[in-house]
Nanobody, 124 residues
């Protein structure tokens, strides 16, 4: 599956953004989907994930209560709604796809395909 992330940009602290990730290729509904982020100073970190059918979601503690992951299998798209953004949320955000049999979705090496990344910058 090929992935293309979009929706990043510059936003003031406390603001909101919605990232989208459009998938093409093999059946999107057979993949678990995740969002990760990375800065030059930090290693890639898990942000959120959603099971293939949308029935379970997972979040990093740092974004719980502020970010929401969702998917629309009819549109081959996964979303990351980000609210109450903080400067420390500044990063390149990547969407990724893991086969449906993968159990642990918080580990990047479990994902088979990655999008190109979209930059989110939160000003203070």
């Amino acid at each position: 599956v090929q992935l293309q992330a979009s929706g990043g940009g510059l936003v003031q602290g406390g603001g909101s953004l919605r990232l989208s990730c459009l998938a093409s290729g093999r059946a999107f509904s057979t993949y678990n989907m995740g969002w990760f982020r990375q800065t030059p100073e930090k290693e890639r970190e898990f942000v959120a994930a959603i099971r293939w059918g949308g029935h379970n979601t997972y979040y990093a503690d740092s974004v719980k209560g502020r970010f929401t992951i969702s998917r629309d299998n009819a549109k081959n798209t996964v979303y990351l709604e980000m609210n109450s953004l903080k400067p420390e949320d500044t990063a390149v955000y990547y969407c990724a796809a893991a086969p449906l049999y993968v159990n642990t979705l918080t580990i990047g090496t479990q994902y088979a395909s990655w999008g190109q990344g979209t930059l989110v910058t939160v000003s203070s």
